[in-house]
């Protein structure tokens, strides 16, 4: 640290060459001298200095008039909910080339950028106004600032959701499908919004919550799927969802929300969509038809088969197993039967009973042509390792 008179002499060299404001001044030698702020510590140089003034070389006084871009950070961010913020600012690359020179020419090594300087200012004054907390890593916030265009562009932090979902009806999908006129960019055929099935869980659930939270797009990760013609019963198949640009970051949820057939439940907010895919177990009811008659007799050859993992073969070669953890049948009629089983998640159902590279097969080993045309989900439940 230096004494304030051990600079005045470059000071009083640097200001007779290129007029600089308070700010500027106290930018270059903030580095050498103690100060609560660029200004106070530029406005004491000039004390001793004596010169008067005049517009600024490098910034062209622009420090001096950042309350226009904080009004305008205000405005922006007038209805969104947030404690944490930074910005980053675009400005004239005539403005960085002055200061690069003047930098330069006086060998000002180590001092704060006009852009730094500039992000510096700005960010006190909102945050004194504001009392909200500037934070570098991972703000709620981000405001790019144009100085240019005198235009403030606002991002805000992914909000995270988790909960589960009753589907209650058949007949619609779990998954939005993009619109095939104009394959999800919008069109007059799907009115603008990319996707034709509205009834869609995802559409529904997003919806939803984009009422809620604001925000741009909800981005969605399933633990596993099921048919448009299934039901989900029991406590409800899991859900995580990333609302992309919120606007508001809290949310109260009752426990249960019904969204026509949809039921949502146990909605929370958390701090991040697991990274990893999660294993679960599901209980699946499927009904399935026979072409012929079905032996009470091949049924019960059925139940232990599948105390064995089952095999799946894909087209491109791979095999996986998955384990049955529980299974139980119920005759119905002559052709028809319900089978329940409990398995590890992923399991591909109608192939199973038609026995299309799945081995066993419930064709095969009963011995007779099988199709499945309903599967409904009991319960999923994610394995936790505690
Ligand atoms: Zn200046
Ligand atoms: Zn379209």
């Given amino acids: 640290m230096s004494k304030l008179n051990e600079v005045i002499p470059k000071a009083n060299h640097i200001l007779k060459k290129f007029y600089l404001c308070d700010y500027c001044l106290g930018r270059f030698f903030s580095k050498n001298i103690k100060s609560s702020s660029y200004r106070i510590l530029g406005k004491k140089i000039k004390q001793e200095v004596k010169l008067p003034a005049q517009k600024c070389y490098i910034c062209k006084n622009l420090f001096e008039n950042l309350s226009q871009y904080v009004d305008l950070m205000l405005e922006s961010s007038y209805h969104h909910d947030f404690s944490t913020f930074v910005v980053g600012v675009k400005i004239k690359p005539s403005l960085i080339d002055c200061d690069d020179f003047v930098r330069s020419k006086f060998k000002l090594q180590g001092v704060d950028s006009i852009k730094t300087g500039i992000t510096r200012e700005i960010s006190k004054s909102f945050a004194k106004k504001t009392k909200k907390e500037i934070d570098f890593l991972n703000p709620d916030i981000t405001f790019t600032l144009n100085f240019k265009e005198k235009f403030c562009q606002i991002r805000s932090k992914q909000v995270s959701i988790q909960g589960r979902y009753n589907k209650l009806k058949r007949g619609f999908s779990q998954k939005k499908k993009s619109c095939e006129n104009c394959l999800g960019k919008g069109c007059r055929k799907c009115n603008f919004h990319g996707f034709y099935e509205h009834e869609s869980v995802e559409a529904k659930i997003s919806n939803f919550l984009l009422s809620r939270f604001g925000g741009t ?12 013609s299934s039901l989900v019963l029991g406590l409800g198949r899991p859900f995580f969802v990333r609302i992309q640009n919120p606007i508001k970051r809290k949310s109260k949820f009752s426990k249960n929300i019904k969204l026509d057939s949809l039921k949502i439940k146990n909605c929370k907010i958390i701090n991040e969509v697991p990274k990893k895919p999660l294993p679960f177990i599901s209980t699946i009811k499927m009904n399935i038809n026979s072409e012929n008659k079905v032996e009470s007799e091949s049924l019960k050859q059925l139940k232990i088969l599948l105390k064995k993992p089952v095999v799946i073969y894909e087209n491109n070669g791979k095999r996986s197993e998955k384990k049955i953890l529980n299974s ?54 994610i394995i936790t390792n505690n």
Avoid: Y
Wanted: glycine share 10%; charged share 30%; with cysteine.
């Fill in 328 to 381: 139980h049948f119920k005759k119905n009629s002559k052709k028809r039967f319900t089978l329940v089983i409990d398995v590890e998640g992923g399991f591909p159902i109608k192939r199973f009973v038609k026995g299309d590279n799945v081995v066993p097969g419930i064709s095969q080993t009963i011995g007779t042509k099988c199709t499945c045309d309903e599967f409904d989900f009991l319960e999923v439940k």
């Fill in 217 to 228: 797009v909800a981005k969605f990760t399933w633990i596993g799927g099921e048919d448009k």
